[in-house]
Nanobody, 120 residues
């Protein structure tokens, strides 16, 4: 099982990024793919998740600047980050789990994370 997160980088406040999570080694339709982030000195928190078989999408942060999309052809889930702010600086992780949940412990498989740094 492999989840490969990519797309992070350094961006100025107000900028945008698209993070990718390429999934392999699991049955694509059986899992929920979630995105999490962990800022320095803070706990990992849920950002959003998507059920691959239902297109049902949950968002766990109060702002609406982040959205999900996916490609079934490439088994990739994308996290679109808009109007990024310095407080969004974190390592962003994708994970695969059995149901919709913002709790990291629910998820069985994890990618290595991709760093997003937002400068003011």
């Amino acid at each position: 099982v492999q989840l490969q997160a990519s797309g992070g980088g350094l961006v100025q406040a107000g900028g945008s990024l698209r993070l990718s999570c390429a999934v392999s080694g699991i049955t694509w339709d059986d899992y929920v793919i979630g995105w999490f982030r962990q800022a320095p000195g803070k706990e990992r928190e849920g950002v959003s998740c998507m059920g691959v078989d239902s297109w049902n999408t949950h968002y766990y942060l109060p702002e609406s600047r982040f959205t999900l999309s996916r490609s079934d052809a490439t088994k990739t889930v994308y996290l679109h980050l808009k109007n990024l702010q310095p407080e969004d600086t974190a390592v962003y992780y994708c994970a695969a789990g059995p149901w919709y949940d913002a709790t990291p412990g629910t998820y069985d498989y994890w990618g290595q994370g991709t760093l997003v740094t937002v400068s003011s």
